[in-house]
C-alpha cells in the first residue's frame, strides 16, 4: 500500500569506491552505452537499440518518478575517483504495508569484475534495512543469468524457489539478430538478519574497506 508519504528520501549512498545518486543530464551517454551492451540486452527489458531519447527519458523522467510515485528508488553508481558511470541499482515494486521492496542492478561492462555490483547491491541492502527500516528484499534472476546469481549469493540471499516460464530473455539468432524467449526466474530474498558478517566477508574478498555512509 502507498501513501502520500510513502517516498524514499532524496539521498546519495556513498562507500569506499562508489558513489550512489540520482542521475544526471550528463550521465546520458554513458547510459546509451551501457544499455547497449550484449549482457545487458540480454537480461533486461530496456528498448532496444536504446537510443539517447530513450536515456534521456530515464535520467529525466522515468527514474525520478520511481521515487515521487512511492514505487522504489533508482540509483546511478559512480566510480568516486572517476565519477564515471559504473551502473544502476533499482528498488522497485516498493510494497510499504509489508516494508519490502525488490532491487535490481546493471553494471557496465567496464566495470565488471571489480566486485562493484556486490558492493553497490550491499550498499543499498545496509541503508534500506538500517535507515529506512524493511524487514525484506526481494530479487530476482534469470536462471541462465550467473553472474546475477554471484552477487544475490555474496550479499547474504537466499534462493526461496524458482518461477517457472516467467521471464523473457533476449539470445543472439542465427542471423545476428535478437530474438526472445521463455526462461524460468529464482527468487531470492534477504532479511535484516541475513546481513550479520556480510559486509566484512565481501571486503575481505575484493580487498577494500566495509565501509558506506548515506546524506
Avoid at 49 to 69: C, G, H, I, K, N
Avoid at 182 to 198: A, H, Y
Wanted: charged letters at 25%; a negative charge.
Amino acid at each position: 500500500m502507498t501513501t502520500a508519504n510513502s517516498m524514499f528520501p532524496d539521498i546519495s549512498i556513498s562507500t569506499e569506491r562508489l558513489v550512489l545518486r540520482p542521475f544526471e543530464e550528463a550521465d546520458v551517454m554513458a547510459l546509451v552505452e551501457m544499455m547497449n551492451d550484449e549482457h545487458v540486452i540480454s537480461w533486461t527489458t530496456a528498448p532496444q537499440p536504446y537510443a539517447e531519447a530513450d536515456a534521456r527519458a530515464w535520467v529525466t523522467r522515468l527514474a525520478p518518478a520511481e521515487r515521487t510515485s512511492g514505487r522504489g528508488i533508482v540509483f546511478a553508481v559512480t566510480e568516486f575517483l572517476t565519477q564515471r558511470l559504473v551502473g544502476i541499482v533499482h528498488l522497485r515494486h516498493t510494497d510499504w504495508r509489508v516494508r519490502a521492496t525488490e532491487i535490481m542492478y546493471v553494471i557496465a561492462p567496464w566495470a565488471r569484475g571489480e566486485g562493484y555490483a556486490s558492493e553497490a547491491a550491499l550498499a543499498v541492502t545496509q541503508w534500506i534495512f538500517r535507515d529506512q527500516r524493511f524487514e525484506r528484499l526481494e530479487l530476482r534472476t534469470a536462471a541462465d543469468n550467473v553472474a546475477a546469481q554471484q552477487v544475490a549469493q555474496k550479499i547474504g540471499c537466499i534462493s526461496e524457489g524458482i518461477l517457472r516460464g516467467a521471464c523473457i530473455a533476449r539470445t543472439r539468432d542465427e542471423r545476428g539478430g535478437w530474438s526472445e524467449g521463455r526462461t524460468d526466474l529464482i527468487v531470492w530474498s534477504l532479511l535484516p538478519e541475513d546481513l550479520d558478517g556480510v559486509a566484512d566477508q565481501l571486503a575481505e574478498a575484493s580487498g577494500y574497506t566495509a565501509f558506506s555512509e548515506w546524506s
